[in-house]
């Protein structure tokens, strides 16, 4: 009878420390607001692409985008306003810029009054999309890396 009981107690307590030491599943997305979209990022990604039906471009690489480009960091502040400055390489003249930006509704926000969707965000991560950068149907998608 000892030997029942001991042998219920370890596996009880056998349970126990495996069922605690499980890991939760990590929260990959994150509802995007303007208290959680604020913050420091880099420029890492871009594409472009003219119509629906045309082929998408990494918007990126030269000739679209200069190296002094490529490293810049934008700053959203929770008052509205945001930095655009020159990373690392610096451009001549700087590309250096200021302005205002705003959350609208769940999926989109506007900067300077051009909207931009959200098309993910996980709180490391912003993936805008910007319609009719140039021409009517057209996007531009844009990935940010939060710093």
């Not at 001991?6 to 509802?31: G, Y």
């Amino acid at each position: 009878m000892k030997k029942i009981r001991l042998a219920t107690l370890l596996f009880a307590i056998s349970a126990f420390i495996f069922s605690s030491c499980r890991k939760e599943p990590q929260n990959t997305t994150c509802t995007p607001s303007s208290t959680t979209i604020a913050g420091t990022y880099n420029i890492v990604a871009a594409t472009y692409k003219e119509s629906s039906t045309s082929v998408e471009i990494d918007y990126f690489k030269a000739p679209y985008t200069a190296p002094c480009e490529r490293d810049d960091i934008i700053t959203y502040n929770t008052d509205g306003t945001y930095q655009y400055k020159d990373g690392g390489t610096v451009c001549s003249p700087l590309g250096n810029t200021n302005g205002t930006w705003v959350f609208v509704g769940t999926t989109s926000m506007q900067m300077n009054g051009d909207n931009y969707i959200i098309d993910s965000f996980d709180c490391k991560t912003l993936i805008t999309i910007r319609p009719n950068k140039f021409l009517q149907g057209d996007r531009l998608k844009i990935t940010l890396a939060r710093q």
